[in-house]
């Protein structure tokens, strides 16, 4: 068993709650998460970690950030504006994969969801 490190708003109060949920994969933490609400739509999960590393492919499409959100590469390479922190201008889908997708203010990237994060890198 692993310990995965999920934090997520609740709709509707606004709360955020960090919570640690232990289970032999990340998929199987995620509905055991889901399993104590009525709906999986009635929370909004923002970061999943197993500790030492974002696990980003669990995040569905309706959970994007808003724009306006400031993100870096989960992989911490910089944007194609050689930024490292760019800020999210609109949600698209992405023209070759047709994934749900960021479009940027800095440039005119377009960069899949599942890669990018909210937690900014230190300075």
Sequence with gaps: MKSYFFSYRIKGTGATVQE???ADNAYV????LEAKFTSWKD????????????VT??????????IGTRVAKVSGKPFK?????NTI???????????SSYSFVEDDTVVEAKQCTHELPAA
Excluded: C
């Design 20 to 22: 640690t949920i232990r």
């Design 29 to 32: 933490a995620r509905k055991l």
């Design 43 to 54: 929370i909004q999960i923002t970061t999943v970690t197993d500790g030492r590393f974002p």
């Design 57 to 66: 492919n669990l995040l569905r499409e309706s959970e994007s950030l808003p």
């Design 81 to 85: 504006s050689s930024l490292k922190v």
């Design 89 to 99: 201008a609109g949600h698209i889908t992405h023209p070759i994969t047709g994934r």
